[in-house]
């Protein structure tokens, strides 16, 4: 599932990030790696803030989608 589908409040570990190579390696180079747990803060309009190695990041639509997601165990 895409990290943008997530609503408020869950948490999830990303599963794959996936898209163009340069997105792909700059969500990667932000700690966006297969396995780390998320948390999705809020949502403003398009964009998704999450929290993600102790960090809060703002994605738009496009790289939120490039995200995969799974429940968090």
């Known amino acids: 599932m895409p990290l943008s589908l997530m609503k408020t409040g ?6 794959a ?8 390696r700059r969500l990667t180079n932000l700690g966006f790696t297969a ?3 998320v948390t999705v803060v809020g949502k403003c309009g398009s964009a998704v803030i999450v929290c993600v190695r ?8 496009g790289a939120a989608c490039c995200i995969c ?3 968090l165990n």
């Open 10 to 15: 869950e948490h999830c570990r990303v599963s």
């Open 17 to 24: 990030v996936q898209g163009p190579a340069d997105v792909s």
């Open 35 to 37: 396995g780390e747990p």
């Open 54 to 61: 102790d960090c809060r990041i703002a994605l738009d639509s």
């Open 69 to 71: 997601v799974s429940e």
